[in-house]
């Protein structure tokens, strides 16, 4: 069994706690020990050594809302949302790779373009084929015809009955998806005044809730209107998306279900159009016109009040957009600080420890037990959260235990 020991490093454990100075120790796919203080030292025997010479240990992120099949990505930009199916499988483990390269080694899945991509590349990278994060696979965003992501002329809901709809959750489970992506609301990205259209009834939403707890598989939704929030909160819906129009009595009803149901605003998108699209003809009309503004502000309203409330509110925005690049995603960090009056360690503690709850495996804090999803950081993102964005401040991600980017030479120690 492999071990792996890293010393010299200051601990950031997913708690919340401030960094402290000690050791972690991994053995196979697990973390094994951490050795708080510097006095008592484990043992080195057989050890792979890493000596972090004072740099940041942290639990690997955790991306909340995830479009592994949305084509552009920091080493390339796509003008296009859908590709000839051959090169979009590709771009797409591309996609992966870029994810975990950037230390985010899980992610839930907000819609893929395409049923049978993410089910696939999930099983690929679990049997070690090819890398990326741990995968929360979904099929496509199930909503309207020639809407995002449901193709022109196809329309996936085959059969808008209450059984059609039941049906529709029966057959993405057996198409190997964890999560299922309901459009519960439109957008204004798609239609003026979208973002208060809802587009499916209470009773339909009953019946999707109802079959997904039969089949075993998590509700997913973009939800902007007030009433489709409070349509997902009683439908049992696990992870909410957006949520721009949420009233007092939305927010009480997520807050009575705070224990199982996450919060991803996706503001990285937003961002993105009003700042940094011009070059992609998205200047201050357009992104107005495309509700930018009026998701932002909303989100700077309300996210503070979910934080009080205990509603845990993740990080995840939306990249792979032409001006949103996968790889980009540790922005949504700094605009939790920025925007939304997150400090530096909540955060981080939205990206891992929460993030791990929400993706429900033994991920995203530094304790023994955990599964040895590890990021080394030069520099202390308590102190400055930007140092996440910066490929050469991350100089490794272990995932399982296994390094997808070791080290630098100079940090190893030969024993
Ligand atoms: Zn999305």
Redesign the pocket.
């Known amino acids: 069994m492999g071990r792996t020991l890293y010393t010299n490093i200051q601990i950031f454990d997913g708690s919340g706690a401030d960094l402290y100075p000690g050791e972690v120790l991994v053995e196979g796919n697990k973390i094994t020990a951490v050795n708080q203080g510097t006095d008592e030292k484990l043992s080195t025997e057989n050890a792979f050594i890493i000596d972090g010479k004072g740099a940041t240990l942290m639990p690997g992120m955790v991306e909340a809302?995830a479009?592994l099949t949305w084509p552009t990505n920091v080493e390339r930009t796509i003008n296009a949302m859908k590709l000839p199916i051959e090169e979009h499988v590709l771009v797409t483990a591309q996609n992966a790779r870029i994810t975990l390269d950037y230390g985010f080694t899980s992610a839930y899945s907000?819609?893929s373009v395409g049923e049978k991509i993410e089910p696939h590349l999930r099983d690929m990278i679990n049997a070690g084929h090819i890398p990326g994060p741990r995968l929360r696979a979904s099929a496509l965003e199930k909503g309207m015809e020639d809407v995002m992501g449901v193709p022109e002329g196809y329309d996936p809901t085959h059969d808008r009955s209450i059984e059609g709809l039941r049906q529709y959750i029966r057959d993405m489970k057996k198409l190997g998806c964890d999560t299922v992506k309901i459009m519960l609301s439109s957008d204004e990205g798609f239609q003026l005044g979208g973002s208060e259209r809802l587009l499916y009834t209470q009773e339909e939403i009953t019946a999707i809730g109802e079959t997904a707890r039969e089949e075993n598989i998590w509700l997913a939704c973009?939800s902007q209107s007030t009433e489709s929030v409070k349509m997902a909160c009683r439908a049992g819906f696990r992870n909410l998306?957006h949520c721009i129009h949420i009233d007092e009595e939305g927010l009480d009803l997520m807050e009575a279900r705070k224990d199982d149901l996450f919060m991803s605003p996706?503001p990285g998108l937003l961002y993105a159009r009003i700042h940094e699209a011009q070059d992609f003809g998205i200047g201050p009309k357009e992104a107005r016109k495309m509700g930018a503004y009026l998701g932002l502000e909303s989100n700077q309203k309300n996210i503070p009040k979910m934080r009080k409330r205990g509603i845990r509110v993740l990080p995840g925005g939306?990249y792979g957009f032409p001006y949103n690049p996968i790889g980009r995603n540790a922005r949504d960090l700094d605009i939790f600080v920025k925007m939304f009056g997150f400090t530096t360690h909540e955060a981080l503690v939205a990206a891992t420890k929460h993030g791990g709850e929400l993706v429900d495996w033994p991920v995203g804090m530094i304790k023994a037990n955990m599964l040895a999803d590890i990021l080394l950081i030069d520099g202390d993102p308590t102190k400055d959260i930007t140092v996440l964005q910066d490929l050469s401040k991350i100089l490794s991600v272990m995932k399982d235990g296994k390094f997808h980017r070791a080290p630098p030479r100079r940090y190893e120690v030969f024993a």
């Open positions: 809302h479009h907000a819609g973009h998306f996706a939306d």
